[in-house]
């Protein structure tokens, strides 16, 4: 660290240096502060029963309150992260805030799962599994209500490292879920060996879905199939009604999306909950 912080030191200073990656640089360490200065925040996006229109749970998606250029949204971070060492931390960060609603939910009597994204190499990462055990209990949190999402892609390499983080975080209780599917690596035999409760339709099968027969045929296979494993189906980055009935059509189990809302601070999902609740009939509002 010590050496690395020697060789980045200069670069930083250097007026020689191309604009961005001093800019990048910077907001690498801006990002290391601001995980124990706390300036994450985690907006909730709402997913929905297709069939009853009830609000099933919530998808954490982190953003980052930067004290000089507002609220920034994943990509202008995550990747930096990932990049820079600072991805365990992070994902470390978004869990606690993940679970530390959970808790509060369940103090108010409010029951609902919150699913949070992981990032490959959290998979490499083999104690994870147990510092999330021990965050459970702290919270005293039933690991039935979190969910933990992955794209395929970590499937790519089949390591056994990656299975093994896995099936522990699994054991402990968690959801799994497999996030963006149908646009990575897509090996079905990980669906075989791997106790995955949910697949996410990536959203450009959702585009798609009204306008492209063979879209809608993938889309109505994979729902089959994947009811056929026992799992559940999200369908992301829904939009319209006429999508949400294509989809109720064919057998979609929950609907995530702008048409429902988009993600929100914790006390505004709660302001859309009442409003939902106020007019039972609206699909749509907020
Ligand atoms: P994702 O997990 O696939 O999340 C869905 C993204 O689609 C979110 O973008 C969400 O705001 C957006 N979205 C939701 N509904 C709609 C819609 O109807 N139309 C359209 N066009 N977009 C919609 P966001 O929040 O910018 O997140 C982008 C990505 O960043 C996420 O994709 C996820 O891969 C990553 N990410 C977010 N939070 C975290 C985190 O805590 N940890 C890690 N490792 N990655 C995260
Ligand atoms: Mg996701
Ligand atoms: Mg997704
Ligand atoms: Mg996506």
């Known amino acids: 660290r010590e050496s690395k912080r020697l060789r980045t030191g200069p670069v930083l200073h250097d007026p020689a240096r191309h604009d961005d990656t001093s800019g990048q640089l910077r907001l690498v360490e801006e990002l290391r502060l601001a995980l124990v200065r706390d300036e994450l925040v985690l907006h909730l996006q709402p997913q929905v029963d297709v069939g009853t229109g009830a609000l099933h749970g919530v998808e954490a998606l982190v953003r980052w309150q930067h004290p000089a250029r507002g609220l920034l949204g994943p990509a202008s971070f995550v990747p930096l992260a990932e990049a820079h060492g600072l991805i365990g931390p992070l994902t470390e960060r978004v869990l606690e805030l993940a679970l530390a609603q ?135 980055g829904v939009e319209d009604e006429p999508t949400l009935h294509e989809l109720e059509r064919l057998g979609c189990d929950l609907s995530q999306g702008y048409l429902h809302a988009r993600p929100l601070p914790a006390d505004e999902l709660a302001g859309w909950v009442a409003a939902r609740a106020a007019s039972p009939g609206a699909l749509t509002a907020g």
């Open 102 to 236: 959970l808790a509060r939910w369940r103090a108010d009597g409010v029951r609902l799962r919150v699913s949070v994204n992981l990032s490959a190499s959290n998979l490499l990462d083999e104690a994870l599994p147990e510092r999330l055990l021990g965050r459970l209990l702290h919270h005293r949190v039933d690991p039935a209500d979190l969910v933990l999402e992955v794209t395929e892609n970590v499937f790519a390499g089949d390591s056994p490292q990656v299975r093994g983080v896995l099936t522990a975080l699994a054991g402990l209780g968690a959801g799994l879920s497999i996030d963006d599917y149908g646009t990575g690596w897509s090996s079905l035999g990980y669906l075989r060996r791997l106790p995955v409760g949910e697949l996410k339709l990536d959203r450009s099968f959702t585009a798609d879905l009204r306008t492209d027969h063979r879209t809608a045929a993938i889309v109505g296979s994979t729902i089959d199939l994947a009811h056929r494993l026992g799992m559940r189906v999200v369908a992301e």
